[in-house]
């Protein structure tokens, strides 16, 4: 039997979801960016790949199971319990959103350096009155 009432914990479990898009999202092309840029094996690196997989499954799984607890379990928890969810959601998406825009910041770096032109006009050119 599924009891899904709109509360408190129903709502945290909305925005649990909602903010779970980005967080994946993010976090694969931290993993992308991370595996493209390293060419050296060295031990440090190699940690920081590991975590950031981590972090990445852990965002993957944890924070939409977090989210369907709460929107079809909430219901049961006393107002005092459901404050402490939203409060907790709160804290948990307050730390979440400079993650995201420093992610953002760097992917727009990162793409910024990848365009480079070249003129046509400054090449040096091989014909024969300019090596006399």
Known sequence: MVNASLNWASIVG?????????????????????????ADTSPRILIKTFLIIFQ??????????AGGVFFFQGWRLDPILQFACVLLAGGIAVEMVPSFIDDY??????????????????QPDDSVEENK
Request: avoid cysteine; aromatic fraction near 14%.
């Open 56 to 65: 990445t499954m852990g965002r993957a799984f944890f924070i939409p199971l």
């Open 14 to 38: 909305i925005l649990l979801v909602l903010l779970w898009i980005p967080a994946v999202t993010s976090g694969i092309f931290r993993i992308w960016f991370v595996l493209n840029r390293r």
């Open 105 to 122: 910041q760097g992917w727009r770096k990162r793409t910024g350096r990848a365009t480079a032109a070249i003129v046509v006009d400054s």
